[in-house]
Structures are given as C-alpha cells and as structure tokens.
C-alpha cells in the first residue's frame, strides 16, 4: 500500500516548490522570447537597409521583395566613398569651417588656461588688465574681418555680422572672467595665447575642408561630423554657464527669465523658419556654417537639463570650496562639471544626434555640393529618372553607425544623466 505525504505548511490544492519554479522559469523565458521578438521587429527596418546595402537597385524595388540579395554586391560601398560630383571647393565654405572650429578652440584654451588660484592684488591691476583684455578681442575681432576680405574678398556685411559675432562670443568668455576677480596678468596672457591658437586651427581647417574638395562623399561626411561635434560642444559650454546661473547664483528676474526660456519651448520651429531665414540671409550667413552653428549655440531645452541636474548637486561641496577661496568660475570649472558628467554626456548625445540627423535646416541654408551633410547629399541618388536606391541605403548606414557607436558606448551615462534630470535639490 502506498502512501502519500504532504507538506503540513502547504494550503490544500496549492502547488508544489517543484511546479512553482517552473512555472516561474517558464513565465521568464516567455518574457525574454517576446522582448527578443519586440527588439527584433523594432530592429527590423536597420537589418533590411543593411542587407539592401548588398542589392543592386533593381533588386531593393522588386516585388515580392526578398530578405537576402540573390548576389551580395560588396562594390556599392566604395562606390559610395568614391561619389564625387564634381565642381571645385569655395573658399567662402572652407573659412566658415576654420573660423568655427577656431572659436571652439578658442573657447577650450581660454577657460582652461585663464584662471588660477591666484587673485587680483598680486598681478595686473584690473584698471589696466581688462581694458586691455577688451582690446586683444576687439584686435581679434578685427583680425576675422581682415582675414575674410583677403580669403575671397567677402562683402562687408559678411566682415562685419562674422567679426562682431566672433567678438560678442569673446566678450561673453572674458566677461565670465572678469566676475571671479582673477590675475589679470594671466587672462591677458591666456587670452594672447587663446587667440593664436584659434587663429592657428582657422587656419588649419580652412586648408583642411579646401583640400577635400567640392562634392565628394568624404567632404560631405567631414562636414556633418564637424558641425555635429563643434555645435554640440558649444552648446554644452553655453548652456552648462546658463544652468550654473539658474540653479545657483541669484539676480532679479530670474524666475520670470526661466520661464519665458521654458515658453519658448513650447513655440513650433515653423514659426520661426522665415524670419530666421531673412535675418540669416541679410548677415551673409547663407551657405556658410555660421548660419547652423551661431543661432544654436543655445537650446532651451539643454538649460532646463542641465539646471534640474545641478540642482540636485549637494551645496556643501560648494561652501568648502568658496570657504577655500574659490571663485564662481572657480566652482564651476572644477566642482560642478566633473559631478555634471552624466548630465553634459546626455546632452552632448542629444545634440550631436539632432545635428547629425538634421534635414530641413541644413538643405535651407546650405545650397552647394561643397557645403551639404550627409542627409541632404543623399538626395543626389534619387533623381527624377534614375535612382540608385543601393547607394542610399549604403549612405543610410553610414549616416547611422556613428549615433549607434555613440549611445552604445555612453549609453550607461546617458540613462544616468535623465534618470537625474527630474530630481531636484
């Protein structure tokens, strides 16, 4: 006779540890197979332009279509890199290209170099410190015009709007400065040196973006990755400054300063795309890199970020430092960036990926084959009577592999960086 035993502990009709487990492991192994199975869909559209990469043109348009191409064509993607449209590279592009990337240059060596643990009483006086300072930019300013009227005999609306925008920029560094009380001795001397250096890398670029020609698919992929990288490190520059106002410092109107900047987020882009269009066109900025990097220096949007981020950052790191003597700038620079990390790292992926994405406001501004990004060069290819479907598809991926390198490597500090972007101190 068997006998049949039974867990006391156990409510009658309930199953067992045994079946409860699998139960369990079966419930997460349904789960795995239907996200794998939500990925795999959602992926589904990158895998099918990749594998059309390999098609000819007649093959990607056929119906029915097929997953894999009957012939793997591997030679679309160096006919791709080896796309070139003719037509000879302008010096008006290639000085807007130095001129940007020398004001970056500018700005990274001036802030990094300005500012000591030294104050004002052991140096230059601040008489004679800043009024120089505000000479050496004017000089620099003066400098741009210059050196456009000789590049391509530029008009003077074009010497004047590019040097006065330089200079203002300048003025916005040397003025951030100036409020910390520094060694005016060394602004001085950074500020000489901060201005050769961005003339030096004008220089470089300018030659660099001539050098690769007009309309060549290496040209194109130089400009979208410059304009992305310099646009996204400026804005991260700005707005870090503009956050570091709104979350600590005090001055009148700065709650009704916060929300006029949050309003205007809430204005559609169309509204402005003409007046934005005229004002460009009457400074000469058409078809330069100046009309996409200038009016983009600041987004709302990465102020709001970046406040709601430093907010949360605790202020007795601030107090020890200014107890030690530290300037606003001072606490800036060296408290508040380094724990800002994942914050400014979200935001950069954020605006490199808007301007490497970037169509409409691209294809308004700029109008030669020298001056195109990659999106707006892919137009070429789909012509009225010929289309060459394979080669989109291969600049498609082009196009999306840098973002895709870029959020896989910094994806960690970018889920951080929103996860903190809500919390406030």
């Not at 003066?142 to 203002?168: C, P």
């Not at 001072?330 to 808007?354: C, G, M, S, V, W």
């Amino acid at each position: 006779m068997s006998v049949i035993t039974t867990d006391p502990t156990l409510p009658a009709g309930a199953p067992s540890p045994q079946k409860r487990r699998t139960w369990q492991h079966l419930s997460v192994a349904i789960r795995y197979l239907l996200l794998s199975l939500l990925g795999l869909a959602v992926f589904m559209p990158f895998i099918l332009a990749f594998l059309g990469g390999f098609k000819t043109g007649a093959e990607i348009i056929a119906f029915p279509p097929t997953f894999f191409p009957e012939q793997w064509i591997v030679g679309n993607w160096p006919e791709l890199f080896r796309t070139d449209l003719g037509g000879e590279p302008r010096l008006e592009g290639s000085t807007s290209v130095g001129l940007i990337v020398g004001l970056f240059a500018f700005y990274a060596t001036f802030f990094l170099t300005a500012m000591s643990n030294q104050q004002e009483g052991k140096g230059l006086p601040r008489k004679i410190g800043l009024p120089l300072s505000v000479l050496l930019v004017g000089a620099a300013g003066y400098g741009i015009a210059v050196y456009l009227g000789r590049s391509f005999d530029a008009s003077l609306v074009l010497q004047m709007s590019t040097a006065v925008a330089a200079a203002s920029l300048m003025l916005i560094a040397l003025g951030i400065i100036a409020m910390s009380d520094p060694d005016w001795g060394r602004v001085v001397l950074s500020l000489i040196g901060s201005i050769l250096v961005a003339g030096v890398v004008t220089w470089l670029f300018a030659q660099m973006a001539f050098s690769l020609g007009g309309g060549k698919f290496t040209r194109w992929l130089f400009n979208t990755a410059l304009l992305s990288v310099v646009r996204a490190f400026l804005q991260l520059i700005f707005c870090s400054m503009a956050a570091y106002a709104f979350a600590r410092l005090k001055f009148p109107g700065k709650g009704f300063i916060f929300g006029f900047m949050l309003a205007s987020m809430m204005l559609p882009g169309a509204v402005t795309l003409i007046p934005a269009y005229v004002l460009i066109a009457k400074l000469g900025w058409i078809n330069k890199f100046y009309s996409l990097v200038f009016p983009g220096i600041i987004t709302a949007f990465g102020i709001f970020l970046l406040t709601q981020f430093f907010k949360a950052i605790p202020r007795d790191l601030e107090e020890a430092a200014t107890m030690d003597g530290a300037s606003y700038f001072q606490i800036y620079k060296d408290i508040i960036l380094p724990l800002a990390r994942p914050a400014l790292l979200t935001l950069f992926i954020l605006q490199f990926q808007a301007m490497w994405n970037d169509y409409l406001t691209p294809l308004l501004y700029l109008n030669t084959p020298d001056m195109w990004v990659l999106n707006v060069a892919l137009e070429v290819f789909k012509q009225q009577y010929v289309s060459k479907m394979n080669l989109v598809l291969v600049g498609a991926m082009v196009n999306a592999i840098p973002v895709l390198l870029l959020f896989f490597f910094f994806s960690r500090y970018y889920i951080e960086g929103v996860s903190y972007a809500g919390v406030k101190g």
